[in-house]
Nanobody, 119 residues
Framework: QVQLVESGGGLVQAGGSLRLSCTAS????????MGWFRQAPGKEREFVAA????????YYANSVKGRFTISRDNANNTVYLQMNSLKPEDTAVYYC????????????WGQGTQVTVSS
């Protein structure tokens, strides 16, 4: 089992920034892909960003490319999502998730953190 706890959400004005954190525990994460997803009211959950815990390429949804950055801190077992130039359409509950590198399904999810961007 992998436990994931998100933090850092809040209310911000358009153009502002927030940094989300996801602290993981329970297993060695070297074989996991860490991802961020979001779900806006009335919409399906969508992929935002991902990176392998052991390092390598990062992946972003087109809608956030150039504005969001995913990174990790191995020493603290934490994955971050730095969100800049926020837009009202970024308003959503943001979830951290993990999957084993050999699978396509994210098996472990955090509880989510609300991000609200006002215009």
């Amino acid at each position: 089992q992998v436990q994931l706890v998100e933090s850092g959400g809040g209310l911000v004005q358009a153009g502002g920034s927030l940094r989300l954190s996801c602290t993981a525990s329970g297993r060695t994460l070297s074989r996991y892909i860490m991802g961020w997803f979001r779900q806006a009211p009335g919409k399906e959950r969508e992929f935002v960003a991902a990176l392998p815990w052991s390092g390598g390429s990062t992946y972003y949804a087109n809608s956030v490319k150039g504005r969001f950055t995913i990174s990790r801190d191995n020493a603290n077992n934490t994955v971050y999502l730095q969100m800049n130039s926020l837009k009202p359409e970024d308003t959503a509950v943001y979830y951290c998730a993990a999957r084993i590198i050999t699978t396509s399904k994210y098996d472990f999810w955090g509880q989510g953190t609300q991000v609200t961007v006002s215009s």
